[in-house]
């Protein structure tokens, strides 16, 4: 995966667009597979993995590169306290959120000045973060959206605002703080889930939480093994260490009273795997099939020149 390095004289200067949709069919399904684009993405994905086996979250320092986005979620989250849901009938979808993206939208460029600091390229990234949030329209969110938000620290890393170096802290800082941010908005706001495929499903709403989180127990120096999730006392005490026990901790919490093999019958049976290191290729193969192979999920994936559809 190419990183963006010092442009000698001689160089085409780089032209960025803005991201659009190029999968709309299976044909073109098809070639995104076989794109750079498919190759970095997922090549990023196992990068981020790998950068976080055997790490706890608070023993990850957050370097100062990466301290300027972890504050703008922590703004957003912020702005949800400013916001509160609105007295409608309908359960799901409180139009509040409406209200709460607009701000996000209008506030983007002067905040995303210190996070993408080549300003060329501001359009092209702010596209994928603005996608991160949910949709204004449906008001949902779902493993799409949290596909986005890796395809922003993509683009960063591409463009080499981001480097080697901050991989772990990019997922057990920033990705872990974006977590935390879609989780209040998803309660608060009460998104629906986006294409989920309900309890025959990994999870209504994540896929990479649960990836990185596995990732982070493969020789765990706790000794923890995937059966480990119907300890509710060690879900309690390591929820905020271990991404994966904090998926599993916040599902149990919104379905309390549904027994957990019922509610999520996917991830009772990953229980039952022998080692994490199993459970996290077998969360990857998922995710190539079931995100990034699905057309009703990849077909909204937009493409530009960071993230080229056509090639290098």
Request: hydrophobic share 40%; aromatic share 10%; glycine share 6%.
């Amino acid at each position: 995966m190419e990183q963006a390095g010092a442009a000698s004289s001689e160089e085409p200067t780089h032209t960025y667009v803005i991201p659009s949709k190029k999968i709309d069919d299976p044909l073109t399904l098809e070639k995104f597979k076989k794109s750079d684009a498919h190759k970095d993405l997922l090549g990023f994905i196992a990068m981020l993995a790998a950068s976080v086996k055997n790490s706890r979250m608070s023993e990850t320092p957050l370097p100062p590169s990466l301290t300027p986005l972890y504050n703008y979620l922590s703004t957003l989250d912020q702005w949800i306290d400013e916001i509160p849901p609105v007295q409608q009938p309908m359960r799901f979808g409180n139009k509040a959120y409406r209200t709460w993206q607009d701000r996000v939208i209008k506030e983007s460029d002067s905040m995303l000045a210190g996070i993408v600091t080549k300003s060329e390229a501001m359009a092209e990234v702010k596209s994928y973060l603005l996608e991160s949030f949910g949709s204004y329209e449906r008001i949902d969110y779902g493993t799409g959206h949290e596909l986005n938000f890796v395809v922003t620290l993509l683009c960063l890393f591409k463009l080499g605002i981001y480097k080697q170096e901050d991989l772990k802290a990019l997922v057990n800082k920033v990705f872990n703080r974006y977590l935390t941010l879609m989780r209040r908005i998803q309660l608060i706001y009460v998104l629906e889930p986006a294409g989920s495929h309900g309890v025959w499903g990994l999870d209504d709403y994540q896929h990479l939480a649960f990836l990185f989180g596995a990732s982070q127990l493969v020789d765990n120096d706790s000794g923890y093994t995937p059966d480990i999730i119907s300890s509710e006392k060690i879900l309690g005490s390591e929820k905020d260490e271990y991404m994966y026990f904090g998926c599993i901790a916040f599902i149990k919490q919104v379905k309390k009273g549904v027994p957990f093999f019922e509610s999520s019958p996917i991830l009772n049976d990953i229980s039952a795997v022998p080692n994490w290191g199993k459970v996290t290729q077998g969360l990857m193969k998922m995710f190539e099939a079931e995100v990034v192979g699905k057309l009703p999920v990849i077909k909204h994936l937009k493409f530009g020149s960071i993230l080229n559809f056509e090639g290098k």
